[in-house]
């Protein structure tokens, strides 16, 4: 479903990354590693946020290398929700069909369908400022399972969330994926929130993907030295 060879960006001479990677159709896949390692680098590729140098996206099986992120069979829920406090809930949603959005016929009723499968029935009225920060991710997630994309891409989904809403919200995550047969690539820094959600892990580090594998395994028996020092300084942190 998403397929990656020899991927490459590069940003300056000190700043090439190249990502071969195949994630398959209806897996969750979990990316972690340090900060400026290129985990959001990798999603923006994904995504078509940034031009390739070099190599290949294959995305459902078709070319994807050129494609703009409109054209690309992708919806992404960012770290940073992205939710417009002048709309209303049904219509931040309803963006994510169309900018023209409408709260009306057979668009409107996705929406409603949308908000009830993330547990929010009800909320299409309220205002952003109003949300806690579950409720306001949750928001963002129902915007990016209306586009009926099979590939959802999610960065940093936990980081505005406590300890209590990030288990809820994995539990939320998990079921979503499972539901709807998604194929999931979620980047995160709190690599013990993906044992829930990913079957598998890639670390990221020195321009491209030092290890993957199963979510358990590399968690309890990483395979690479960087990952190991990496997992050290997460569990402290977290």
């Known amino acids: 479903m998403i397929e990656l060879s020899g991927a490459t960006k590069r940003f300056s001479e000190e700043g090439v990354f190249r990502f071969d990677l195949n994630v398959g159709e209806g897996e969750s896949l979990g990316v972690i590693g340090a900060s400026g390692a290129g985990k959001s680098t990798l999603l923006q590729m994904i995504a078509g946020f940034v031009d390739l ?68 029935d009800g909320f299409e009225d309220r205002r952003p400022s109003g949300l806690s920060g579950g ?73 491209g993907i030092a290890a993957l594998g199963d979510t358990e395994a590399m968690l309890t028996d990483p395979p690479h030295p960087a990952l190991a020092t990496y997992l050290g300084v997460s569990a402290h942190q977290n």
């Open 135 to 207: 409720e306001a991710q949750r928001v963002a997630l129902a915007r990016a399972l209306v586009r009926d994309k099979p590939i959802l891409l999610l960065d940093e989904p936990f980081a505005a969330l406590g300890p209590s809403m990030r288990a809820d919200f994995t539990t939320l995550l998990s079921a979503m994926q499972k539901d709807r047969g998604l194929t999931m690539l979620t980047v995160s820094h709190a690599p013990t929130e993906l044992r829930g959600l990913c079957s598998r892990l890639a670390f990221v580090a020195d321009g």
């Open 53 to 120: 140098d070099g190599g290949l996206i294959r995305l459902a099986g078709q070319d994807h290398s050129t494609s703009t992120p409109a054209a690309r069979p992708i919806s992404m829920v960012f770290q940073s929700n992205n939710l417009f406090d002048h709309l209303d809930v049904a219509t931040n949603v309803g963006l994510g069909i169309a900018p023209g959005f409408r709260r009306a016929g057979a668009a409107m009723g996705k929406v409603k369908d949308a908000l009830r499968q993330v547990g929010l």
